[in-house]
């Protein structure tokens, strides 16, 4: 059970409707990570969620329906208002008019889980429900730093006109009652455009309870992500060809569908190893036994699960500004721009224990992210259950 639940034993059970962008199981990247324990923390609250899926690259989950009442698969079609004027992509290809009567046919609350879901939100069928949505960041920012660092000219183009249209289109906020935000940054961001008094914070939430470091040293330095990822393909690229290619410490780079690229330069290099599609528990323990994971990054848009996964894991940090930025906890690792930059920080902390001290400090600053006391927040907020 997710800490903190209990707090919320006397409430009745009461229904939510929740839109997701995607299939959140299994829970292996940062958003699908964000829902499921977000689902979980809610079902262990005794709200009876009502889950509608956008499926268009995860198959159907049975595992959803252990926290829902309900379940309900859209197709996404990906070819449908590609050339859109009016809605961004990732908002156009999830409008589904299944969707809108299944909202209609009840009064309950609809949490929106990312902008990407909102393509209804300001129906008149709505109008008056109780509505949050959830931004995963804000995203016609995080749009333009996409089209900053490709260099596919098509795709650079893509990512810009859709950053255009999302900005535009995220006016429709207005007509939700709440509007949840991933980061502090982001939260000042969006007061600023829709009012102090209607933007709150909702980290993200994930399985962590207390932090969790190792004894002793490790033996290899870890970077993880979804590598599929243009961001971070590009900075595990960065670590090998600029980083450990000065260095002869092991370096252990996991994530998914990792590509060719990444495989022969992996490949060509004795002291690093590549762990493809590592499942969750796998993943922990890579994190676990590492004596320091890096965390290279140029985009500071949303709020980084890995950063979390290893603040309450990993032993040493090293990040880059941008990974950090706006997280609160840039004093909890240590920064790193320029390859020089990396080389030392990964010297300096090699042969380092990690000191009770740094694992208590870091206690202290993570209880601020306890996933039930903020999913208890939000329901508070959407009127659900008897107390409310």
Known sequence: MIRGVYLWAEMGSRRLHVVAFDVPYPPDYGGAMDIWYRLMALHALGIDVILHVWQYRRPPAPELQDVCAEVHYYTRPLWRDLLSVTRPYIVASRRNPALLERLVADRDPVLFEGLHTTAFLAHPALSGRMTVVR???????????????????????????????????????????????????EQRQLAVRYGVERVFLLPPAHPYREVCLSDGTGEYALYHGHLAVPENREAALFLMREVFSRLKFPLVVAGRHPGQTLRQTAARMPHVRLVANPDGPEMDRLIRGAQVVLLPGWQSAGQRLKLLASLYQARHLLASPAMMRGSGWEDLCLP????????????????????????????ERLTAWDTGHHTLELVRRMGLGNGA
């Open 135 to 185: 931004m995963h960041n804000v995203e016609h920012d995080y749009y333009r730093q996409l089209a900053s660092r490709t260099t596919h000219p098509v795709i650079r183009t893509f990512f810009r006109v859709e950053a255009m249209r999302l900005q535009r289109f995220e006016k429709i906020l207005r007509h939700a009652h709440w509007i949840a935000a991933i980061s502090q940054e």
């Open 336 to 363: 790193a721009s320029t390859p020089d930059e990396w080389v030392e920080g990964i010297s300096k902390c090699w042969d380092l224990p990690v000191s009770e001290a740094e694992a208590a400090r870091r206690a």
